[in-house]
Nanobody, 126 residues
Framework: QVQLEESGGGLVQPGDSLRLSCAAT????????IAWFRQAPGKEREFVAA????????YYRDSVKGRFTISRDNAKNTMYLQMDSLKPEDTAVYFC???????????????????WGQGTRVTVSS
């Protein structure tokens, strides 16, 4: 049984940093495409960042480029999202996700992902 367990959300001020974690059991993250999505109140779930299998390439939505970093620890089978210079518009529930197929053209489409974490809330407010 595949499980993705997230942690690391919280309430921070603009300009602060947070690191989200997503520990996986039942599959090997290294051999799958991994991603982070987020969903703000009243909005659709949106792509944030992804890393293809074996970590060959990473992808980000434009609004987080240079501020967010997706990574993976193979030994711990855990993925991370390092978020720096946080802004109020980053406020959302963040979800980790895994796509077994890893097709580049659908990387940003949440419907293609097979497994999801439960979500962790990030609030950026002064």
């Amino acid at each position: 049984q595949v499980q993705l367990e997230e942690s690391g959300g919280g309430l921070v001020q603009p300009g602060d940093s947070l690191r989200l974690s997503c520990a996986a059991t039942g599959l090997t993250l290294r051999t799958n495409t991994i991603a982070w999505f987020r969903q703000a109140p009243g909005k659709e779930r949106e792509f944030v960042a992804a890393m293809r299998s074996y970590g060959l390439n990473t992808y980000y939505r434009d609004s987080v480029k240079g501020r967010f970093t997706i990574s993976r620890d193979n030994a711990k089978n855990t993925m991370y999202l390092q978020m720096d210079s946080l802004k109020p518009e980053d406020t959302a529930v963040y979800f980790c996700a895994v796509d077994r197929a890893g097709i580049l053209s659908t990387l940003r489409d949440p419907d293609t992902y097979d497994y999801w974490g439960q979500g962790t809330r990030v609030t950026v407010s002064s």
